[in-house]
């Protein structure tokens, strides 16, 4: 089994303390910046300023519900302890993602930018966000899985982290920052293979959903609805509007292409 000694707090400025948490969630916002920016640079159809104000709407409309998913997620504890609802103690990735997207999709709708082909150039920089983000739950303690007895079991002993220290679990920190690094080598590979724009946004989704909806059957949490986590309640959901709309956009290229085909060989 593998032991963890490190104290969740790297550091504290007086009353304040900064843990590995904060600071690997404020590295994945950067990673997902800087991907995009980066994409820009090698010629993606944006410009800087684009990223920028994409950025200024996405981050706090994702810290928004990714907290307040949090929140109504534990609400048992919220409820009784009402000051602490705002606060950046507790996050959810779907909240951050789906936040972000809905931010930006609004901010689209006033502006010229084009959010399928926006979504398509900053999803692999997102799986990367949150590959680099796990390494912040690993390091906390948070999010860990069931105790099992196994080779590669986290065992947790710093007084202060999250996970009961002396019990080994499953590391479903580590097993995700695996499927988010592979997830994000088959978006990388696919770049500018799927039409139309949308679909890598789509995959990434669905992959990642998938995901989530498995391993979570290893992981601590409490039930939400019908017997599931909220995050795989969510991930259903994800699952049942992003598939079928890859299908029948895929669908409705591929019909495209051959009515494009057929008109060709009419002349």
């Given amino acids: 089994m593998i ?11 007086g009353p304040l303390e900064v843990r590995w948490y904060g600071i690997m969630v404020a590295l994945a916002i950067l990673t997902v910046v800087l991907w995009t920016a980066w994409q820009v640079r090698k010629g993606a159809k944006l410009s800087y300023d684009t990223v920028f104000a994409a950025a200024l709407v996405g981050i706090p409309s994702g810290l928004v519900l990714a907290r307040l998913l949090h929140v109504i997620d534990v609400w048992e504890y919220y409820g009784q302890h009402p000051a602490e609802i705002i606060g950046g103690g507790g996050l959810t990735a779907y909240g951050a993602v789906l936040g972000a997207a809905l931010g930006i999709w609004v901010y689209s709708r006033f502006s010229h930018l084009n959010f399928n082909y926006f979504a398509d150039v900053v999803a692999p920089g997102i799986i990367l966000a949150q590959a680099i983000g796990r390494v912040g739950c690993t390091l906390n303690g948070c999010c860990y899985g069931l105790e099992a007895v196994l080779p590669w079991s986290i065992v947790y002993t710093d007084p202060d982290s999250f996970c009961p220290v002396g019990v080994p679990v499953h590391p479903t920190q580590v ?6 690094l592979i997830v994000f080598g088959i978006l990388v590979a696919l770049k500018g293979r799927l039409k139309p724009d949308g679909s890598i946004f789509l995959l990434y989704l669905s992959l990642y959903s998938v995901y989530r909806f498995g391993t979570d059957f290893l992981r601590e949490g409490s039930p939400f609805l019908f017997d599931l986590h909220q995050a795989q309640f969510i991930a259903v959901v994800v699952l049942a509007i992003a598939v079928p709309i890859m299908v029948m956009r895929t669908r409705w290229v591929s019909k495209k292409s051959a009515d494009m085909d057929n008109d060709g060989d009419n002349l």
């Avoid at 032991?3 to 550091?11: G, K, N, Q, S, T």
């Avoid at 097993?175 to 988010?180: D, G, P, Q, S, T």
């Fill in 3 to 13: 032991e963890i000694h490190i104290d969740p707090v790297a550091f504290t400025i």
């Fill in 175 to 180: 097993y995700e920052i695996i499927w988010n």
